[in-house]
């Protein structure tokens, strides 16, 4: 088998202790996208294993801004690429949907996100979320001297919610990352856990909380791994509600706790702690019901029996979509006329290419360098067409001083605060045949009432001045890990790069607090 994500490195990762060790061989090969995320690399490291293995799926868990996937197939058609969507509640709209466009399966653990994607034409396979009994399984209870504890890290809803249990007088343990940040929790932070000190925590507690929050938004929840795990760990769990739990078969005061807010929480805490058996009939009913419906073996079971026997089987609704290109005279690009999904006409901006518009799926100017190609387009329009949208927003890369940088248009930003947009270079925005024959490339007096999809990851480089660079870098430069960055700028001596990264992150949070 071939696995491709982020973190594969670490055998305490949820991917590598759950689906790697479920369905793995022995003779697998790992590619962590942290360590290698160049396309030449990982397409090479493939072509070496498949010389002594004779492989048919590679699994690949999708992650942020690489791009292999997009020249894939064409490198191993042989090769069947099912793309795991971890955290499509809250990464769909922005970057799953334009990744299933160039999976042969493409799997999603949100049901209500089935329809959407239908809709699109194109077809998910729901995979719910599962465990593996071999890496959480139970121990022995004698000793349950914890009360309520949490496994994960500090941020959001997950933050309020503790905090409220230790103003209320309950005796909880956190372990995790970022706990020890705040004054008043550290005290009740009990560290970092490797696998097995988790699997003693959880048999040490009598309530183990489980917070299903994605996200520092509240209203982004559904069950996550934690939730089986749990379970596959004969452990009692009390948990925040999601609609997900019926998908699951798991019923409050059943085979599960569930608590609606803050008071619920709390008031079930008190009752299950005093209240044993109770505590130990629920955490046997959930075990019995994940080891027979919810292992990870089960789910790629039915994943790889749906592509023995069916091909790549949806057309996305932007087939042989009609895509104007309008650009200046002498301007570098990589787009081809030439492409059975797209009907690509380009024109000089010199002339009357306003009669095209309107006929025009989508339309885009090049009024400077890039390596847009039609890859670039092919998504583009997939988010024009899904969304409806007047325009739609591609993150890119630009250069400064021999130096890579992602300019990232986060829409949650960008969003309360729309001006920002006006400072983009044309060739990562193209707009609605429509709006174009309406308004022109118009962006200032319009923006605010604009339909606007955005694409959460790059594909391609602008070529722009060291001003505009710098000005966009000041705004919208994704830097990676920056205080990583910084200290090795430091140790390497390399004041005027620490300074320059120093001035961009503070200038990013100045702005970002004044919205």
Same mark, same amino acid.
Request: glycine share 6%; charged share 20%; hydrophobic share 40%.
């Given at each position: 088998m071939i696995f491709i994500g982020a973190e594969l490195s670490d055998p305490h990762a949820h991917f590598v202790t759950n689906i790697i060790a479920s369905i793995g061989t022995g003779e697998d090969l790992i590619i962590d996208l942290l360590n290698i995320n160049d396309s030449e690399m990982i397409f090479a490291k493939i072509t070496s294993h498949l010389h002594n293995h004779d492989e048919q799926f590679v699994i690949y868990n999708a992650y942020t801004d690489e791009d292999f996937f997009l020249t894939f197939k064409e490198q191993f058609p042989k090769l069947r690429l099912i793309t795991v969507f971890s955290d499509d509640e809250w990464r769909h709209t922005n970057y799953d949907r334009y990744l299933a466009l160039y999976s042969d399966i493409f799997t999603i653990a949100v049901k209500n996100n089935l329809q959407i994607y239908e809709d699109y034409g194109l077809s998910p396979f729901y995979m719910k979320w599962a465990c593996n009994p071999d890496m959480f399984y139970p121990l022995a209870k004698e000793h349950q001297?914890?009360?309520?504890?949490?496994?994960?890290?500090?941020?959001? $809803?997950?933050?309020?919610? @503790?905090r409220f249990l230790i103003k &209320?007088?309950?005796k909880v343990n956190v372990f995790g990352r970022g706990w020890d940040k705040y004054a008043d929790i550290r005290s009740y932070w009990g560290g970092y856990l490797t696998h097995k000190e988790m699997l003693v925590v959880i048999a040490r507690s009598k309530i183990n909380l489980n917070f299903l929050w994605t996200s520092a938004d509240k209203e982004r929840c559904?069950?996550?791994?934690?939730?089986?795990?749990?379970?596959?760990s004969k452990a009692f769990q009390l948990s925040n509600f999601t609609d997900e739990f019926i998908n699951y078969g798991f019923i409050n005061g059943e085979? @599960?706790?569930?608590?609606?807010?803050? /008071? =619920? #929480?709390?008031?079930?805490?008190?009752?299950?702690l005093q209240h044993n058996n109770e505590r130990e009939v629920i955490a046997l009913r959930a075990y019995e019901h994940v080891l027979k419906h919810h292992t990870w073996k089960h789910r790629f079971y039915e994943v790889f029996r749906c592509l023995e026997?069916?091909?790549?089987?949806?057309?996305?609704?932007?087939?042989?979509?009609?895509?104007l290109v309008i650009a200046d005279r002498g301007i570098q690009h990589h787009i081809n006329t030439k492409d059975d999904r797209l009907d690509i006409k380009i024109v000089d901006s010199a002339s009357d290419w306003k009669k095209d518009a309107v006929e025009m799926d989508g339309a885009i100017y090049l009024d400077c360098d890039s390596?847009? *190609?039609?890859?670039?387009?092919? #998504?583009?329009?997939?988010?024009?067409?899904? *969304?409806?949208? *007047?325009?739609?927003?591609?993150?890119f890369y630009t250069n400064g001083y021999g130096e890579r940088y992602w300019i990232r248009i986060v829409d949650r930003i960008v969003e309360k605060k729309r001006l920002l947009l006006c400072m983009l270079p044309a060739p990562c925005l193209m707009f609605s045949g429509q709006y174009l024959s309406k308004n022109g490339f118009e962006l200032i007096s319009r923006v605010h009432q604009m339909n606007i999809s955005y694409i959460e990851y790059? &594909?391609?480089?602008? &070529?722009?001045?060291?001003?505009? &660079?710098?000005?966009?870098?000041?705004?919208?430069?994704?830097?990676?890990d920056s205080r990583m960055?910084? @200290?090795?700028?430091?140790?390497?001596?390399?004041?005027?790069?620490?300074? =320059?990264?120093?001035?961009?992150?503070?200038? $990013?949070?100045? /702005?970002?607090?004044?919205?």
């Open positions: 001297d914890i009360d309520v504890s949490f496994i994960g890290a500090a941020y959001g $809803q997950r933050i309020k919610y @503790i &209320s007088g309950i559904t069950v996550k791994g934690r939730t089986l795990e749990l379970a596959a085979n @599960i706790a569930l608590f609606e807010q803050q /008071q =619920s #929480m709390l008031e079930k805490i008190r009752y299950y026997n069916n091909g790549r089987a949806f057309s996305p609704i932007h087939h042989r979509s009609k895509i390596t847009l *190609d039609n890859e670039g387009l092919y #998504m583009m329009v997939f988010g024009l067409l899904a *969304d409806k949208s *007047d325009m739609v927003v591609a993150n790059p &594909s391609f480089e602008i &070529s722009l001045s060291y001003y505009q &660079s710098r000005r966009l870098r000041l705004y919208f430069a994704y830097h990676g960055n910084f @200290i090795t700028y430091l140790y390497g001596l390399k004041f005027l790069k620490a300074l =320059s990264l120093g001035v961009d992150k503070i200038f $990013q949070k100045l /702005q970002i607090d004044n919205l």
